[in-house]
């Protein structure tokens, strides 16, 4: 089945950026959503960005947007989350996440249950 490796979290100051690497094994991407969701302490995990890889469509959380930028290497077969200017709000563990299509990224994106293949997560932490 689906594996999934996250990398890059770290501790960085606000205003600074982190590259997040999802790396799939066992299985292709080519045909998969993947999403990347952020779990803070005490609170409910929630959708950062998503992507199709069969058109490429995508889909970003509203905080998130104009900072943020999710991308495949299909190489690779790796996706990237690039997040700039990060705020102390970004902090969370970071979570990849695949799943088949069905219905629009959208709405898949928001559904996080409905993800049946995750990686371990990596630590996000921007503090002063």
């Known amino acids: 089945q689906l594996q999934l490796v996250e990398s890059g979290g770290g501790l960085v100051q606000p205003g600074g950026s982190l590259r997040l690497s999802c790396a799939a094994s066992?299985?292709?991407?080519?045909?998969?959503?993947i999403g990347w969701f952020r779990q803070a302490p005490g609170k409910e995990r929630e959708e950062v960005s998503c992507l199709k890889s069969r058109d490429g469509t995508t889909y970003y959380e509203e905080s998130v947007k104009g900072r943020f930028t999710i991308a495949r290497d299909s190489a690779k077969n790796t996706v990237y989350l690039q997040m700039n200017d990060l705020k102390p709000e970004d902090t969370a563990v970071y979570y990849c996440a695949a799943r088949f299509p069905v219905g629009t990224v959208q709405a898949m994106c928001t559904l996080w249950r409905e993800f049946p293949y995750w990686g371990q997560g990596t630590q996000v932490t921007v503090s002063s």
């Open positions: 066992k299985f292709t991407l080519d045909y998969n959503v």
